[in-house]
């Protein structure tokens, strides 16, 4: 969870917090992101609050080997394959912001061998649309190595001038 601002880290560490204590315990289910959805329109707006949160989610089933994206407001997600790279996106809207969780739930049949990879908006601008990224995930990806080439995204981010936070995570599967 990360957040500018105190609506936004009140936010972020509400998410995080109630995220993590809840899977835990179980499964990622739509029903959790509904109840965390149903917090923000609620409990916060009735505090004078007003925020939204995006959620951007990567399941890992390793005993069966089954993933899935779970997509609220995100930027767009990547996966790398074989010299290949596919562009995942939602088109979904931040939780918090309307009643009715507008979530989208990608399941993926990941290889060994496969690189996803989930940045912020931060990263990408609000538009989404990112060809410098696309091209240094391709160019990087193969030589570099994930520590390096998630490196070089935040500092391409940085240098582009993003007033936003700026986070990757670049997951390999073995």
Known sequence: GMGSGRTASVASRICSGFLSNMLSVGGLSKELIVMLNGFLCGRLRSG?????AT????????MSGR?????????PSYVYRGGRLF?????TMPIGILREVDIKKLELNLSRGDVVVMVSDGVTGESGECPWL???????????GLERTADLIVKYASAR???????????RIE
């Open 48 to 52: 004078g609050l007003e925020c939204s």
């Open 55 to 62: 959620l951007d989610i990567l399941e890992l089933d390793l």
């Open 67 to 75: 993933s899935a994206l779970y997509k609220c407001g995100a930027a």
């Open 87 to 91: 562009k995942l996106r939602s088109g």
């Open 134 to 144: 696309f091209d240094l995930l391709v160019q990087n990806l193969p030589s570099r």
């Open 161 to 171: 001038g993003s007033v936003d936070d700026i986070s990757v995570v670049l997951v």
